[in-house]
């Protein structure tokens, strides 16, 4: 599958002004404040900006850190991963593998079965319920 591609023009006419800001522009919505906090709706979670497939319902739980909790993406090519030293940490960026977009960030203090905690920003999901 070829990455997708856009002009930040098209990707600004795409989003809403906050989708452009997380996915684009690597920002971080308010903790406690994203749509899907505390949604636990059964269904799959699509990247906002092209509609991929990132996550699934029954890796969502509760983390308590004020975003969307998985502890593991939809499939092994779902995101991407990649360094980020921004704001003085070291940290671990998940990314939509179908266009780039910044989900959120990965840690290593989830639960089992694979300990990860991808922390991922509401405004970069879109949930299809089942």
């Known amino acids: 599958m070829s990455r997708i591609e856009k002009t930040e023009e098209q990707w600004q006419v795409a989003l ?19 749509d899907y906090d505390h949604t636990f709706e059964p269904g799959t ?8 497939t990132v996550f699934e319902s029954e890796t969502k739980y509760d ?18 991963e990649d360094s980020d030293v921004t704001h003085g940490m070291i940290r671990t960026e998940v990314l939509c593998s179908n266009c780039g977009g910044h989900l959120g960030h990965v840690f290593p203090d989830g639960p089992q079965p ?6 991922i920003n509401s405004a970069a999901l879109k949930l299809e319920e089942k």
């Open 16 to 34: 809403s002004p906050e989708q452009y800001r997380v996915l684009r522009e690597k920002g971080t919505e308010a903790p406690f404040s994203g």
């Open 45 to 52: 979670y699509h990247c906002a900006g092209c509609g991929a």
């Open 63 to 80: 983390s308590g850190c004020g975003w969307p909790a998985f502890y593991a993406p939809a499939s092994e090519d779902a995101v991407d």
């Open 114 to 119: 694979t300990g990860q905690r991808y922390c």
